[in-house]
């Protein structure tokens, strides 16, 4: 019998996969997650179990973004329009959700007199969220709150993932094929080991490592789709694994790394492929922070994590349909008429694979 690998189980399912539902299942996470954080102000009073489960949650989501966004790029004739592709996917719904938090939200429930509110220096410094420079407080916004003062803590990880895609399309211009994937390793072995003084301080700008091995997790098993099996008990052995290593704090690096085929090999299962017509997930994973925090604030005598999460979630998830519905879909079914109209020079991607 033939054993199925990545390739052929991806070419078999087609849209009918799983990517969809579990980045929306992750998101779903992160925001119960947070509802705790939020009403608490930390994860002190959390079981130790719940807090390696809760670290694994991002991880996933960047394992899943570095498979998806790697095939991405197998199907893009340059790079640049790779990267187009990227800040249409990341940009229009984070500028709205950036200026709704700013100029909605916040005046809404800031504790300032709206003069000074408008007025106050901070406000115009909230904008540069949406140019990958995190910033967390609005003026007299969520000052009392168990978790004071941060407007939307989900927005520290987009920066991460722009780095993810920069360093995919640096590579992806200068290699191929088999240099590409041994670049890669490379990449993921000095971040698993730095051993070497200057090996440290080579990669001590990259935040967040943990994700960034994710990442490289992910594209890896891109790479090697059509040789990685699709096995029921390695996925379950990885999920397993990834578990009992993210116990431990200090092993979220290798946790990541062995979470990545668990991850991919969950998302390939089958579902309806009515479900996979939208995409909440971003939109989700976007709004539902300020949405608890601003339950804290409206109620805080009933804070509560499940109180939080009932009242945040179902108006993300009505949030999340409005961005991609009103946004984030109109613009990506132009993408190739938007692509079109930019002028510029050709710059081959080259093959990701042999």
């Given amino acids: 019998m033939i054993c199925e690998t990545f390739a052929s189980r991806t070419a078999r399912l087609g849209r009918a996969n799983g990517f969809d539902g579990l980045r929306l299942a992750l998101a779903l996470g992160i925001a119960t997650f947070h509802s705790f954080t939020i009403a608490t102000g930390g994860t002190d009073g959390m079981p130790p179990a719940l807090q390696a489960a809760g670290r694994l ?208 090999w969950l998302a390939m299962r089958r579902i309806p492929a009515a479900l996979t017509r939208a995409d909440y997930s971003y939109g989700v994973y976007l709004t539902a922070y300020p949405l608890e925090q601003a339950w804290m604030r409206l109620c805080p005598g009933c804070g509560v994590w499940w109180a939080d999460l009932l009242f945040a979630m179902p108006l993300a998830m009505i949030a999340a349909a409005v961005l991609w519905h009103g946004v984030e879909k109109p613009l990506l079914s132009r993408k190739h008429e938007i692509i079109a109209r930019m002028a510029f020079p050709p710059a081959r991607t080259a093959s990701l694979r042999d």
């Fill in 57 to 264: 949650i991002l991880p996933a989501f960047f394992a899943i973004s570095g498979y998806l966004v790697s095939a991405s790029l197998a199907r893009c004739a340059t790079v640049r329009e790779f990267l187009i592709l990227r800040l249409l996917r990341i940009m229009p719904a984070l500028c709205v959700v950036v200026s709704a938090s700013a100029l909605l939200l916040g005046p809404m429930l800031t504790d300032l007199p709206l003069r000074l509110y408008f007025g106050d220096p901070g406000l115009p410094v909230y904008f540069r969220n949406i140019v990958m420079q995190f910033h967390f407080a609005l003026p007299g916004l969520f000052m009392t709150n168990p978790r004071p003062f941060v407007v939307n803590g989900s927005l520290w990880t987009l920066p991460v993932e722009t780095i993810c895609y920069g360093l995919l399309a640096g590579l992806a211009m200068m290699l191929r094929g088999r240099k590409l994937l041994t670049a890669l390793s490379a990449l993921t072995l000095l971040l698993l080991f730095p051993l070497l003084p200057f090996v440290g301080l080579l990669l001590a700008w990259l935040p967040a490592k943990e994700l960034v091995l994710a990442f490289c997790g992910g594209t890896l098993l891109f790479l090697c789709a059509r040789r990685v099996p699709y096995s029921a008990p390695a996925g379950v052995v990885s999920l397993c694994g990834a578990f009992l290593l993210a116990c431990d704090p200090a092993m979220m690096g290798w946790a990541s790394i062995l979470l990545s085929y668990g991850t991919i």
